[in-house]
């Protein structure tokens, strides 16, 4: 069973056991409203209309709670004339629970929404990382094979870096020699050229 009732300036349609937030109403938490403005008052194919409202026909409720809906803000603003006006707001209402209509306190039972199915792109997409575990071994072992290789090659490195750093050696020890060399071959070529002069000279 169902009805429409009219608190407030504005419409509701209702049901037994149904919330509802209503403009404010003066009465405390935990006390009873009746709603004697019904609009219309259906019950499966019997349905009442009201020319506006149906006579010896109410809704009672009780009241839930009293509070203040959330801020709205007020802007104005005029552009070239340095006005700016800022103003919040916070609506209050009264929550109702609707407890019987037209003397009908049955609760309709509530239908269960239906369970969604999960898509079957989200099992394939599940299934993805087993595909990914098997080929990890592969991988593995791959790199191990790599590291074999690599272990293998290193006495050759390690020889071939030796022999390098001996030919450095080497050809360090050659370049000192002839540096050492040189001021003899000087002294000599000095020695020629004073023995020419003295020969020129006779």
Not at 133 to 149: G, L, T
């Amino acid at each position: 069973m169902y009805a429409v009732i009219e608190t407030g300036g504005k419409q509701y349609r209702v049901q037994n056991g149904d919330r509802i937030s209503v403009e404010k109403l003066n009465i405390e938490d935990g006390g009873k409203v009746v709603f004697d403005k019904v609009l219309v008052c259906g019950n499966g194919s019997d349905i009442k209309v009201g020319t506006p409202y149906l006579d010896a026909v109410t809704v009672e409720g009780e009241v839930v709670e009293s509070g203040k809906g959330k801020k709205v803000v007020i802007f104005k603003y005029k552009a070239k004339k340095d006005y700016r006006k800022k103003q919040g707001h916070r609506q209050p209402y009264t929550m109702v629970e609707i407890k019987a209509i037209d003397g009908d306190t049955t609760v309709p039972e509530k239908e269960e929404a239906p369970k969604k199915e999960k898509p079957a792109k989200k099992k394939a997409k599940k299934a993805a990382p087993k595909k990914e575990k098997e080929e990890k071994p592969e991988v593995e072992e791959a790199a191990e094979e790599k590291a074999e290789e690599v272990a293998e090659e290193a006495p050759a490195v390690e020889e071939a870096v030796e022999e390098k750093a001996e030919v450095e050696e080497a050809v360090e020890e050659k370049a000192e020699e002839a540096t050492e060399e040189a001021p003899e071959a000087e002294e000599k070529a000095e020695e020629a050229e004073a023995e020419e002069a003295d020969a020129e000279e006779k």
